[in-house]
């Protein structure tokens, strides 16, 4: 399995970002920078510039991603363990053929009441399907990108990239593939954002209005009544 890790940076992440680097180097030939802080360059890193906010910075990755695997993790979250945690990904994968894995984050709205699904039991007590694992750190198939892809959604107007997460966690239910978390790996992440919730919000009802019926449907269970996924895998 091709794995190929993505740290996206901004300003005020650069030590961070270089830290992680750093760490998944011993794991991987090649790690790939997404670079938003004009101070802070490295001619490796592909420096898309300040005016690069996450959907942009999701859209490069998914541009120059060829291998089967896609592992972003966002510069702010740290871990003192991504070793284990890329085996473990392929070690779920053999068992539940995952659209997407991640492990769990410390600080998140997608805490554990808000995203497991009961009704959706794996056969190992770390494993919980969820409908939204969130977006800080994450393993996505490439049938699932291949899927994002081909649905060419307009996002020529989105920067903040909230309803990517949703997006990417519905094409995998309407494959019939698991969203899966890991609860024995907890990443660090700190509270708060330095982005306008109420813009992210108005572009995430923009986005909304442009998905397919499909994609609304199968949305409107992951934001409500996530026991409904249960469908997709009947």
Not at 99 to 112: E, K, L, Q
Not at 198 to 214: F, P
Request: proline fraction near 3%.
């Amino acid at each position: 399995m091709n794995i190929q890790p993505f740290i996206f940076n901004w300003k005020g992440q650069f030590e961070k970002t270089c830290q992680k680097e750093e760490q998944l180097k011993k794991i991987f030939d090649k790690v790939i920078v997404i670079n938003s802080d004009d101070t802070n360059e490295k001619p490796e890193w592909i420096n898309v510039g300040d005016d690069y906010y996450f959907t942009e910075q999701f859209l490069k990755a998914v541009e120059v991603f060829d291998g089967d695997v896609m592992f972003h993790i966002q510069a702010d979250a740290s871990y003192d363990d991504f070793e284990t945690l890329v085996e473990d990904a392929k070690k779920y994968y053999n068992e539940y053929e995952w659209g997407v894995y991640a492990p769990n984050v410390d600080y998140t709205w997608y805490i554990a009441q808000n995203t497991d699904i009961e009704s959706l039991k794996s056969s190992h007590s770390n494993i919980k399907m969820v409908a939204d694992p969130d977006c800080t750190c994450w393993f996505i198939h490439k049938d699932v990108i291949d899927d994002f892809k081909n649905r060419n959604i307009d996002m020529s107007d989105q920067k903040m990239g909230w309803g990517i997460d949703i997006s990417i966690c519905g094409l995998s239910f309407l494959r019939g593939r698991p969203v899966i978390r890991d609860y024995n790996h907890t990443v660090d992440h700190p509270p708060g954002t330095n982005y306008n919730k109420e813009v992210a919000a108005n572009e995430m009802s923009i986005l909304w209005q442009r998905l397919d019926d499909d994609m609304k449907q199968v949305i409107s269970y992951i934001k409500g009544d996530r026991e409904k996924l249960q469908n997709y895998f009947q």
